[in-house]
């Protein structure tokens, strides 16, 4: 049962752009902070950005801070990250989260592909 539908994901060239989208249930859109980790090849996966249940708040890791922006729409129970000034080392499978819930299980999506070549 697929409960993350992630979209977005590529290939770009450094300095280029991508967004992802990450569209959920209204209720684990409503029960759930929402974010984005990722796995390198190679390495161990990461937390890359997190936003609060009301919008307002949002966290990065120090790797993106700058570059990457996290929103949500709650009309439409998605989650969006912008990510500009794409580096070589963002290259990675991304995987939506829904995480710090209330009375539900966290969920993790099926990971997208984002690649940046030099």
């Known amino acids: 049962q697929v409960q993350l539908l992630e979209s977005g994901g590529g290939s770009v060239q450094a300095g280029g752009s991508l967004k992802l989208s990450c569209r959920t249930s209204?209720?684990?859109?409503?029960?759930?902070?929402m974010g984005w980790s990722r796995q390198a090849p190679g390495k161990e996966r990461e937390l890359v950005s997190r936003i609060s249940l009301d919008g307002t708040t949002t966290r990065y890791a120090d790797s993106v801070k700058g570059r990457f922006t996290l929103s949500r729409d709650d009309d439409k129970s998605t989650v969006y990250m912008q990510m500009n000034n794409l580096k070589t080392e963002d290259t990675a499978v991304y995987y939506c989260?829904?995480?710090?819930?209330?009375?539900?299980?966290?969920?993790w999506g099926q990971g997208i592909q984002v690649t940046v070549s030099s």
């Open positions: 989260v829904a995480d710090r819930c209330e009375a539900i299980d966290d969920v």
């Open positions: 209204t209720l684990i859109f409503g029960a759930c902070e």
